[in-house]
């Protein structure tokens, strides 16, 4: 079993930063063998993938944050985070963060003023 709590949410202005946090708990054999991945659903919207990456630390992006996001994760402290750079309020949604596409955390909301 695999626990997910994620952190780091919260309200900005356009332009700004945030990271995401994303803590894993329980199987740590199967939390560092997964892929991890970091997913938000905006109001009225369906979960979307934001990007994610393997345990060989290979990284996949939404075209709407390439160049803007970087996910990364470390092993050590069972850890994936998520660098929000230059947000647009386009980005507000609820993330989450997921393992394996089949434990996820409640979610963090991130909301972007314009």
């Known amino acids: 079993q695999v626990q997910l709590v994620e952190s780091g949410g919260g309200l900005v202005q356009a332009g700004e930063s945030l990271t995401l946090s994303c803590a894993a708990s329980?199987?740590?054999?199967?939390?560092?063998?997964?892929?991890m991945g970091w997913y938000r659903q905006a109001p009225g919207k369906q979960r979307e993938l934001v990007a994610d990456i393997t345990s060989a630390h290979v990284t996949e992006y939404a075209d709407s944050v390439k160049g803007r996001f970087t996910i990364s994760r470390d092993n050590a402290k069972n850890t994936v985070f998520l660098q929000m750079n230059s947000l647009k309020p386009e980005d507000t949604a609820v993330y989450y963060c997921?393992?394996?596409?089949?434990?996820w955390g409640q979610g963090t909301q991130v909301t972007v003023s314009s």
């Open positions: 329980g199987n740590i054999f199967v939390i560092n063998a997964s892929p």
């Open positions: 997921s393992a394996r596409r089949l434990y």
